[in-house]
């Protein structure tokens, strides 16, 4: 019952935010992205122990998805690319909204079936090779698309505009985000409860022992991916139409940002929890802003010094020094009651 | 009595290193077979070539009458032959019930199945084999923080989780407690009896595997140095000097 009062509360605060703080609606829709890529980085990373540095790949591929499919369903988008914001392209609030209800969706599926074929290969690979392995697909698919001029190369891409006000629009990319990231939420939830969950946690404790004892190790590890792949690339979808206009290697395919932020957040909060990423992100989250505030200049240091000392003295987080410190409100105890078999 | 597993003229070698050299042997359904030897002379090797963990140089082995030895672990582990390991793997971050929900044998679980939660049924199924190797109690506990000898007890409760035909044990015994040993010993033949699990079991221990065995192999050198059952191997001469040195 007080879980569900909390979750209600959540869920309270999630829909008054952005109308309490206007000013800090684009800060909170940038919050749940984090929420979103940390979460579904956790599937892999934490649940699975298969530590992903490519997963940017999928937001990246999303926003080009949902570019080509927005302008696609309109213009045809060598064309469109080809004038260079030369010629003069419209597109009226249908158009856009519809192009805004396909790509998202879209978005999702194809990463999750780039996933599929990546995953194919890569997961061949163990331990530090698939980090360096996946880090090189993301790079690879950075560099490929900005040598793609039908989708607009180096210069990147440009999406419609949002056809009515400017608030408005701030307003629906947060809900955008928050709908995304409450389902993600819940999906793990009930995932991690299956006997899928538990595979995966048996794949991340002794992949080898899971084959052993039969488990179709391949097949989970790439439905886990492509699930994960799914809402990084539908959140990749809403950050196109977010951004408006990006180009391939610094917003699309970041890996040095939002590729490894998503990262750090997931080990702040603890990996292969439920809560972990979330609280994780919002710690993240807070602390960027606030380096990136108030000791511009010094914010990378600052964030390099965060990363140092959670990967030196935190490894498991915050929800893993709960675990370790109060190892009781996790149900981990004797029971001395007698078997009722 | 049928046979189940049929090792014929297996032979493996890592590189120049003979570990099994013309090796034949068989398992019948429903007994308890025995393999012992000297460290080092091919058990854990000949193991690992019937689960799939490599490919065997020369020979055939079959399960069930179908030929298994290009099949890989999983595939394996599917029909229903399981193995144990000398050092023990159990998933160590996970409590014993998790850890015993997650041996469930998958291969009588389609992909639906998968995305199902696990039921109150195999949970008590759980508990049961748990209060059976006497972890009921610690069933909480990660597994990762249980005592080796623990471990090893939950390795086998997983096994058994997994309802197999065959389960091959790698030394069950190893690093567990005199008086627990004979618990195991128990258990073992408990398991061979009500759940009607065929074993097959490498172990050192002479008075566990002479008093549960109803025959039992000796390699020595990766060959196969003597069969029979434990009477006739305790007589043998050659068994004698091989793990006395005379070699």
Same mark, same amino acid.
């Given at each position: 019952?007080?879980?569900?009062?909390?979750?209600?509360?959540?869920?309270?605060?999630?829909?008054?935010?952005?109308?309490?703080?206007?000013?800090?609606?684009?800060?909170?829709?940038?919050?749940?992205?984090?929420?979103?890529?940390?979460?579904?980085?956790?599937?892999?990373?934490?649940?699975?122990?298969?530590?992903?540095?490519?997963?940017?790949?999928?937001?990246?591929?999303?926003?080009?998805?949902?570019?080509?499919?927005?302008?696609?369903?309109?213009?045809?988008?060598?064309?469109?690319?080809?004038?260079?914001?030369?010629?003069?392209?419209?597109?009226?609030?249908?158009?856009?909204?519809?192009?805004?209800?396909?790509?998202?969706?879209?978005?999702?599926?194809?990463?999750?079936?780039?996933?599929?074929?990546?995953?194919?290969?890569?997961?061949?690979?163990?331990?530090?090779?698939?980090?360096?392995?996946?880090?090189?697909?993301?790079?690879?698919?950075?560099?490929?698309?900005?040598?793609?001029?039908?989708?607009?190369?180096?210069?990147?891409?440009?999406?419609?505009?949002?056809?009515?006000?400017?608030?408005?629009?701030?307003?629906?990319?947060?809900?955008?985000?928050?709908?995304?990231?409450?389902?993600?939420?819940?999906?793990?939830?009930?995932?991690?409860?299956?006997?899928?969950?538990?595979?995966?946690?048996?794949?991340?404790?002794?992949?080898?022992?899971?084959?052993?004892?039969?488990?179709?190790?391949?097949?989970?590890?790439?439905?886990?991916?492509?699930?994960?792949?799914?809402?990084?690339?539908?959140?990749?979808?809403?950050?196109?139409?977010?951004?408006?206009?990006?180009?391939?290697?610094?917003?699309?395919?970041?890996?040095?940002?939002?590729?490894?932020?998503?990262?750090?957040?997931?080990?702040?909060?603890?990996?292969?929890?439920?809560?972990?990423?979330?609280?994780?992100?919002?710690?993240?989250?807070?602390?960027?802003?606030?380096?990136?505030?108030?000791?511009?200049?010094?914010?990378?240091?600052?964030?390099?010094?965060?990363?140092?000392?959670?990967?030196?003295?935190?490894?498991?987080?915050?929800?893993?020094?709960?675990?370790?410190?109060?190892?009781?409100?996790?149900?981990?105890?004797?029971?001395?009651?007698?078997?009722?078999? | 009595?049928?046979?189940?597993?049929?090792?014929?003229?297996?032979?493996?070698?890592?590189?120049?290193?003979?570990?099994?050299?013309?090796?034949?042997?068989?398992?019948?359904?429903?007994?308890?077979?025995?393999?012992?030897?000297?460290?080092?002379?091919?058990?854990?090797?000949?193991?690992?070539?019937?689960?799939?963990?490599?490919?065997?140089?020369?020979?055939?082995?079959?399960?069930?009458?179908?030929?298994?030895?290009?099949?890989?672990?999983?595939?394996?582990?599917?029909?229903?032959?399981?193995?144990?390991?000398?050092?023990?793997?159990?998933? +160590?971050?996970?409590?014993?019930?998790? *850890?015993? !929900? #997650?041996?469930?044998?998958? $291969?009588?679980? %389609?992909?639906?199945?998968?995305?199902?939660?696990?039921?109150?049924?195999?949970?008590?199924?759980?508990?049961?084999?748990?209060?059976?190797?006497?972890?009921?109690?610690?069933?909480?506990?990660?597994?990762?923080?249980?005592?080796?000898?623990?471990?090893?007890?939950?390795?086998?409760?997983?096994?058994?989780?997994?309802?197999?035909?065959?389960?091959?044990?790698?030394?069950?015994?190893? +690093?567990?407690?005199?008086?627990?040993? *004979?618990? !195991? #010993?128990?258990?073992?033949? $408990?398991?061979? %009896?009500?759940?009607?699990?065929?074993?097959?079991?490498?172990?050192?221990?002479?008075?566990?595997?002479?008093?549960?065995?109803?025959?039992?192999?000796?390699?020595?050198?990766?060959?196969?140095?003597?069969?029979?059952?434990?009477?006739?191997?305790?007589?043998?001469?050659?068994?004698?000097?091989?793990?006395?040195?005379?070699?």
């Amino acid at each position: 019952m007080s879980k569900t009062l909390f979750y209600i509360i959540l869920g309270i605060i999630t829909v008054i935010a952005p109308f309490a703080f206007p000013a800090f609606q684009t800060q909170l829709a940038t919050l749940w992205l984090m929420i979103i890529v940390a979460q579904s980085w956790d599937m892999t990373g934490g649940q699975m122990g298969y530590n992903s540095l490519g997963n940017i790949f999928f937001y990246g591929t999303g926003m080009y998805v949902a570019a080509v499919v927005t302008i696609g369903l309109v213009y045809p988008v060598g064309e469109y690319t080809g004038a260079a914001g030369g010629g003069i392209y419209t597109f009226t609030p249908d158009e856009y909204f519809l192009g805004m209800a396909l790509s998202i969706p879209a978005a999702g599926i194809f990463c999750a079936l780039c996933a599929f074929i990546i995953g194919y290969v890569t997961f061949g690979l163990r331990g530090p090779y698939f980090a360096i392995g996946t880090l090189g697909v993301a790079i690879a698919g950075g560099e490929m698309v900005s040598n793609w001029d039908w989708i607009g190369g180096g210069q990147g891409i440009s999406m419609p505009s949002y056809p009515y006000n400017f608030d408005q629009f701030k307003t629906v990319i947060y809900f955008l985000y928050a709908i995304l990231g409450i389902a993600l939420f819940f999906f793990c939830r009930w995932l991690y409860q299956t006997r899928f969950g538990a595979a995966i946690n048996a794949i991340r404790d002794d992949e080898e022992k899971a084959e052993a004892m039969g488990i179709h190790t391949m097949r989970y590890k790439l439905i886990a991916w492509a699930i994960s792949a799914f809402f990084v690339g539908a959140a990749g979808a809403i950050s196109a139409f977010q951004l408006i206009h990006f180009e391939p290697l610094e917003t699309a395919y970041q890996t040095i940002n939002l590729g490894i932020f998503m990262v750090v957040c997931v080990l702040l909060g603890g990996k292969g929890t439920l809560w972990g990423p979330v609280i994780g992100a919002v710690m993240f989250h807070v602390f960027k802003e606030l380096t990136w505030n108030y000791f511009l200049g010094w914010q990378w240091v600052a964030l390099g010094a965060l990363i140092v000392v959670v990967v030196v003295f935190f490894q498991d987080g915050l929800m893993g020094y709960l675990k370790y410190k109060r190892p009781e409100w996790f149900g981990i105890a004797v029971d001395t009651k007698e078997a009722k078999v | 009595m049928s046979t189940i597993i049929d090792v014929s003229s297996v032979s493996k070698s890592y590189g120049g290193v003979k570990a099994n050299t013309d090796i034949s042997l068989t398992v019948e359904t429903g007994g308890i077979t025995g393999l012992i030897g000297p460290n080092g002379s091919g058990k854990t090797t000949l193991f690992n070539s019937i689960v799939g963990y490599h490919p065997i140089d020369e020979g055939s082995i079959k399960f069930e009458g179908q030929e298994i030895s290009k099949k890989l672990v999983p595939e394996i582990a599917r029909l229903g032959l399981l193995r144990t390991f000398q050092q023990t793997r159990i998933y +160590g971050e996970m409590n014993c019930v998790e *850890n015993m !929900l #997650i041996s469930l044998p998958h $291969r009588k679980l %389609s992909l639906m199945d998968a995305f199902k939660k696990n039921t109150r049924a195999d949970r008590d199924k759980a508990e049961q084999f748990l209060d059976f190797v006497g972890l009921y109690e610690k069933r909480f506990l990660q597994a990762g923080s249980l005592s080796f000898g623990q471990q090893k007890l939950l390795e086998f409760a997983m096994a058994l989780m997994n309802e197999p035909t065959v389960l091959l044990l790698d030394e069950p015994t190893a +690093g567990i407690n005199p008086t627990l040993i *004979n618990g !195991l #010993i128990d258990r073992l033949k $408990r398991a061979n %009896s009500e759940f009607g699990i065929t074993l097959f079991i490498i172990e050192h221990n002479m008075r566990v595997i002479m008093n549960m065995a109803d025959k039992i192999y000796c390699l020595a050198h990766g060959e196969m140095l003597a069969e029979g059952t434990p009477a006739e191997i305790q007589d043998d001469q050659r068994v004698i000097d091989a793990y006395l040195g005379a070699h």
